[in-house]
């Protein structure tokens, strides 16, 4: 299962895009084991939401892309454990959250000072 996942610790880039069975727990070990991950799909993945992505961002700090598309368990609070100093923030240039209806944020400005680095951030409109 996806538990395996966790053991490639040298993995840089994973899709698990359409994945609607892979748990937050299946997500977290994966994100513990696979921290040099700088490319992350977890598009339609509807079991995810903010303390995976928590973990996710305490784990691998060297992300650059991330997709959330579609999970409706995903907040602002998210966009705020990436922010934290240390994490994956400082790096992130593409963040895409469309159809995370419950993510607020999505001013410019705003983002930029959370996201210094972004270049490309999708949303609900």
């Known amino acids: ?15 698990l895009c359409g994945a609607p069975k892979l748990s937050s727990e299946a997500l977290c070990a994966i994100a513990r084991g ?7 799909n977890l598009t339609w993945c509807v079991q995810v939401g903010d303390p995976a992505l928590a973990v996710v961002a305490d784990c691998c700090r060297e992300l650059e892309l991330l997709s959330v598309f579609g999970l409706l368990g995903v907040t602002d ?7 934290k100093p240390g994490r994956c923030g400082a790096k992130l240039t ?7 209806r419950n993510v607020k944020r ?5 983002l930029l000072k959370l996201f210094p680095k972004l ?3 999708t949303h609900h409109s």
């Open 1 to 15: 299962g996806y538990l395996a996942i966790a053991k490639l610790l040298n993995l840089e880039e994973l899709d």
């Open 34 to 40: 696979c921290r040099r991950l700088r490319y992350l």
């Open 77 to 83: 609070a998210t966009l705020d454990a990436l922010a």
């Open 94 to 100: 593409t963040l895409d959250v469309h159809g995370c």
């Open 106 to 110: 999505q001013a410019d400005e705003e």
């Open 119 to 121: 270049t490309c951030f």
